[in-house]
């Protein structure tokens, strides 16, 4: 029996029959146009999706993916929280931010803990948002179309979505550099990073997900280890990856960003003069950055370093909404996204106003209930 939403939303839920009397539920992102990018009604969709199918026993699985091959998802959507910001300029917290952030982060935390397996499908470009929900779920796929990055450099806002959790937790200092650069990861490197649990052809997707509904799933087996066993029968051998950049260049990754102070960081990465195009590129993308977000950034690596998974999205939540009020976002995602000039006119970070992204604009944290 399934259970789906109408064909206009921008979520499709629905429950297949599985063997042994259990179901896979499927969530599908389908706004193909803005390649999925996470509204706040789409993330409402997800949230509660997932809190019935965690209640749910006859559910042995969800599958979060997306209708087309291009794009898992393009990240949150910026161009309508930019819009909400410049109608209430002086709002502090800004309602449609606050509501924004908190839920993506809620639905985000949900599935970092959550009780069941979830497989994400990361096929295609996975940005931002995107990551967010990704970097959480018990497995993660990723494909030979797989491009994944955290560009908030370009915008003026910062890796979110728990990347403050999750970046620190790559090898060596990787993800700092990931981080101020927003440099793009293949499969390989998602693997590298632990980002991704399996490698799996783009072409595979229905297959797999028709294999999870023949497995005679029972409320007694261990799902995770029978979600592994069917993921390893479309595993492809580590010949048909693309080469691992991150790994190739681990060692100059980590001579870069070796120094304890940020303009240090900054200088040795924008000063790369070698041969390699992907490292040229990220130096590029920092030289032309932000220099709001890259304080952002390397602050948020200090102070989340020792925190548990709930503070991190709950000191996220608090830099999220200040960085909102700093006029370099709404800069950005002009520049980049709506006059698209590219030529984003930045305000150089005084030290009071890194020192504000950390005060909280209330009493209590929307997210305190987290844990």
Known sequence: MAEMTTNESPVRLEERAGAGGMRVAVATLDVPKSLHALTLDMIR????????????????????????DKAFCAG???????????????????????????????????????????LVWGGGIVMGGGLGLMAGASHR????????????????????????????????????????????????????????DYYIGQQDRGNVIDALCQV????????????????RGFRCSAEAMPASEVRLHFDAIEAMTGARALTDVVAAIIAYDGESAWLQRAAKALSAGSPFSAALAWSLQERARHLGLADAFRLELVVALRCCAYPDFSEGVRAL???????????????????????????????????
């Open 45 to 68: 969709l997800l949230d509660g999706a997932l809190a019935r199918w965690e209640a749910d026993p006859s559910i042995a699985c969800v599958v979060l993916q997306s209708s087309t």
């Open 76 to 118: 949150g959507d910026v161009r309508s929280l930019r819009d909400a910001l410049l109608a209430q300029p002086d709002a502090m917290p800004n309602p449609v931010a606050q509501a924004f952030f908190s839920e993506e982060y809620r639905l985000d935390h949900r599935i970092h803990t959550y009780a069941k397996p979830i």
């Open 141 to 196: 796929v990723v494909t030979e179309t797989t491009r994944i990055a955290m560009p908030e450099i370009s915008i003026g806002l910062f890796p979110d979505v728990g990347g403050s959790w999750f970046l620190p937790r790559m090898p060596g200092r990787c993800g700092l550099f990931l981080g101020l650069t927003g440099a793009p990861l293949n499969a390989a490197d998602a693997l590298f990073t632990r980002l991704a």
């Open 216 to 231: 005679a799933w029972t409320a007694q087996a261990d799902a995770g280890a029978t979600l592994d066993l069917v993921l």
């Open 337 to 371: 996204l709506i006059d698209k000039d590219n030529a984003p006119h930045w305000r150089p970070p005084a030290p009071q106003d890194l020192a504000q992204c950390f005060e909280a604009p209330w009493p209590k944290n929307p997210l305190a209930d987290l844990n």
